[in-house]
């Protein structure tokens, strides 16, 4: 069975400053995808950016990006310029690639609470 | 615009009592999931629909069902809730195991 593990219960960092949060997995599997999910205090998920497998290019979506090591299996997000609304917990999930028809399931980490200070 | 809509958003039933969580949504999606999620903890999986078709998760309690009437709604349903049911229940949706899922906002469920 698959695993994910966030290393970090929590982090904080000041407004307009780079953190990066750190997350590992553990799979036989070749072909997979993961995702940073956002759930801020309000509660609802939110995803920040996903990453396939048998991609070697970063993902990258505006301040969000991932640093993917697949041979460590490791995958960490790195927000810059971090703002107040980036204050939340973050969820580490991994699925795998499944089949037309199928129906995954996300296996998550624990989370890391960020907090975004003024 | 809401596209994943949870009922009600609070929920407090009392020991044994059952209770019915409501999800809908707008988007058309295949899939519909029921996720637990305790304080501080992670979301865990307690089962799915993939059209009509059911998926329980091995380790989900009997006390824990699910109906998906249509394409549109989904139920859970708590038969005899524990003190231990209370917890955040989020639903989810994806169009396919390759699309990702989105979230409603959930509903809390207290035990009394």
């Known amino acids: 069975a698959q695993t994910v593990t966030q290393s970090q219960p929590e982090m904080s960092v000041q407004e307009a400053e780079t953190v990066t949060l750190s997350c590992t997995y553990d799979?036989?599997?070749?072909?997979?995808?993961l995702f940073w999910y956002k759930q801020p205090p309000s509660r609802q998920m939110i995803l920040v950016i996903r990453?396939?497998?048998?991609?070697?290019q970063n993902a990258t979506e505006n301040r969000f990006s991932v640093n993917f090591q697949k041979a460590a299996k490791s995958f960490s997000l790195k927000i810059s310029d971090s703002q107040l609304g980036d204050a939340a917990m973050y969820f580490c999930?991994?699925?795998?690639?499944?089949?037309?028809?199928?129906?995954?399931?996300?296996?998550f980490g624990k989370g890391t609470k960020l907090t975004v200070n003024p | 615009d809401a596209m994943v809509i949870q009922n009600p958003r609070y929920q407090v039933t009392q020991f044994g009592k059952p209770v019915t969580l409501s999800c809908s949504q707008t988007?058309?999606?295949?899939?519909m999931y029921w996720y637990q999620q305790k304080s501080s903890q992670a979301p865990k999986l307690l089962f799915h629909?993939?059209?009509?078709?059911?998926?329980n998760e091995a380790d989900t309690p009997d006390n824990f069902q699910s109906r998906r009437p249509n394409t549109s709604f989904c139920f859970l349903d708590i038969r005899s809730p524990g003190l231990g049911d209370a917890a955040m229940y989020l639903c989810?949706?994806?169009?396919?195991?390759?699309?990702?899922?989105?979230f409603g906002p959930g509903t809390r469920l207290t035990v009394t």
């Open positions: 989810a949706t994806s169009r396919d195991s390759f699309y990702e899922q989105y």
């Open positions: 629909y993939y059209d009509k078709d059911f998926n």
């Open positions: 799979t036989s599997e070749s072909d997979y995808y």
């Open positions: 999930a991994y699925r795998s690639e499944g089949t037309q028809g199928g129906s995954e399931k996300l296996v």
């Open positions: 990453q396939e497998a048998y991609k070697q």
């Open positions: 988007l058309n999606h295949n899939v």
